[in-house]
């Protein structure tokens, strides 16, 4: 029985990351969307400023879910791709339609907290099954998106 993978990682370990991984984008997906969402609508005094970070933001998210994808290949297994799945996974939920700018940073905080939350369990899985490759992969977002937190609530004077 084969109990390696093809890049040297317990086979069942790596697929409980894969499972993770899918999750993560999955999170990712739905808050890539509810980010255009108030790129696109966002209205107000600060609408010069706004959509500028908020398409910055989705830019970023956008090259996450392709390298979460891409790990999850080089782990052996197959990333979701349908936002059926999505939606039943994530535990960032489809916002409606925001055009306060205030209210849409306040979803982008939530969201953040949620991704930063679960990409600690996948580093602690990953660290655990010495899987170096998703460990800098999470330890990177990681350390970018609590800037972002600091920023975004630095906005809102939090």
Known sequence: M?????????????????????ELIANYSVFYQNTRGSHWNVKGEKFFELPVKFEELYNDLLLKIDEVAERILTLGHAPNHNFTDYAQVSKIKESKEVSDGTESVSNILESLKIIIILQ????????ETGDEGTNALMS?????????VWMYSAFLDR
């Open 2 to 22: 084969k109990t390696k993978n093809a890049i040297g990682l317990d086979s069942n370990k790596a697929k409980q990351l894969a499972e993770n991984l899918n």
């Open 120 to 127: 600690r369990e996948i580093l602690a899985i990953s660290a």
């Open 140 to 148: 990177e977002y990681i350390l970018a998106q609590e800037k972002l």
